[in-house]
């Protein structure tokens, strides 16, 4: 690793993520010791600048930071280090020091997971499809998710790549439907393809 902390008054800021979410969990500060403890042990270790000694994040609280990844940047003046928290990380008991949840997101697939549940809470069906949907109950929704795969299916044997990706579309948008009407989100569906990961 090509880190030269001299450069920066003896101390690096080191951005702290989540391995897996990939949210930002906190911001410290590193000097060369404490670099090397972090190596050492795998427990993300800091220079503190208020107690002036070496400080292991979860050495009180038992929320460690356990290491995973150290990358540093492209000038060579701030880490990126992913890591495992355990628990929280932030000292208010907060996820991160942001005060966010440190849950995982899928991009414009969360955010049409949060539409879906909007429009399924405001349950206006005439103006809403979705909430047309969740009005008709599971078996309507199961149905639309059979139909839309059996679609998929046909349209994956044709040369038509632009109706089999719409009909994936489709098909994908009514699963999202059917896993909300179930009580789950599409993270349930992952956490189960982890749990089988070799």
Sequence with gaps: MNIDIKSSHGLIPAIIQDSETKNVLMLG???EESLQKTIETQKVTFFSRSKQRLWTKG???????NLVSIKN?????????????????????????WQEPNSPEYGFISNLENTIKTRRENADSEKSYVASLFEKGINKIAQKVGEEAVEVVIEAKDDNDELFLSESADLLFHYLILL??????????????????K
Excluded: W
Excluded at 59 to 65: C, K
Excluded at 80 to 94: D, M, N, R, S, Y
Excluded at 180 to 197: E, F, H, P, T
């Design 73 to 97: 940047d492209c000038d060579g003046d701030t880490l990126l280090i992913q890591a495992k928290p355990v628990g929280p990380t932030c000292h208010t008991g907060a996820d991160t020091c």
């Design 29 to 31: 500060y590193m000097n």
């Design 180 to 197: 909300q009407a179930k009580g789950y989100q599409l993270n349930d569906v992952v956490n189960i393809l982890k749990s089988r990961q």
């Design 59 to 65: 050495e009180e609280s038992g929320n460690f930071l």
